[in-house]
């Protein structure tokens, strides 16, 4: 079946726009996250969500950020009045649930702030 | 929160040689460690992972230890390959939400 993706693969936005990013996970995952990776960096978790409960939101940098997963499906990650330290590759993951660790990623949404 | 530093930032060998990485994490109660591998441009791919009732594992070339005592965990590549030529990053998970805490990464090359 289809892996995670992601949309758009490239995103140039001006200083104090918003953006929004787009994950679609493996079908049937319930887990669904996303990470943040700067240039030459590793990856920093900035939300997660588990079926129907609660996000856990403990990684988002600042109330700019948001997201939001309708149907227990996609995800779409909402960046505020963009940053130019916002600038960085977002990535996706998905996993069946909490019994199962393995996360797959989605090819990622490279954001620049111009 | 989880602290997780890896070592080295980069690293060269000679194909044929082995390859060693290594993490330590600060929680005690981190129970899942696995192991991405990202080439250029591409994105992260699981390789390996351990969880904390295991001390070792191995997959063909790659094997991973674990030593839940002082918290730290390796990754082993014998062999080595030029395919092997990616950034490697270690990764550790605390309690049910499986969210991961990601090492700064290691540059590993492999020269002919």
């Known amino acids: 079946g289809a892996g995670v993706s992601q949309s758009p693969s490239n995103k140039v936005t001006e200083k104090g726009k918003d953006v929004e990013l787009r994950c679609d996970p493996i079908?049937?995952?319930?887990?669904l996250y996303w990470y943040r990776q700067s240039l030459g960096q590793g990856l920093e978790f900035l939300i997660y969500?588990?079926?129907?409960?609660?996000?856990?939101k403990s990684g988002l940098p600042s109330d700019r950020f948001s997201a939001e997963r309708t149907g227990g499906s996609v995800s779409t990650l909402t960046i505020q009045r963009t940053q130019q330290e916002d600038s960085a590759v977002y990535l996706c993951?998905?996993?069946?649930?909490?019994?199962?660790?393995?996360?797959?990623f989605g090819p990622g949404t490279r954001l620049t702030v111009l | 929160g989880e602290n997780v530093e890896q070592h080295p930032s980069t690293l060269s060998v000679q194909e044929g040689d082995s390859a060693v990485i290594k993490c330590t994490y600060s929680?005690?109660?981190?129970?899942?460690f696995p192991w991405y591998k990202q080439e250029l441009g591409k994105r992260p791919q699981l390789i390996i992972d351990?969880?904390?009732?295991?001390g070792e594992k191995k997959d063909q070339r790659i094997a991973v230890t674990l030593n839940k005592t002082a918290k730290h965990f390796s990754l082993h590549i014998t062999e080595t390959q030029p395919e092997d030529s990616a950034v490697y990053f270690c990764?550790?998970?605390?309690?049910?939400?499986?969210?991961?805490?990601f090492g700064t990464g290691t540059q590993l090359k492999v020269e002919l």
């Open positions: 993951a998905s996993s069946a649930g909490s019994h199962s660790n393995e996360q797959f």
């Open positions: 079908s049937g995952h319930t887990a």
């Open positions: 969500f588990q079926g129907n409960s609660a996000p856990d």
């Open positions: 929680d005690s109660a981190s129970n899942y």
């Open positions: 351990i969880r904390s009732n295991v």
């Open positions: 990764a550790v998970a605390t309690g049910g939400g499986n969210k991961l805490t």
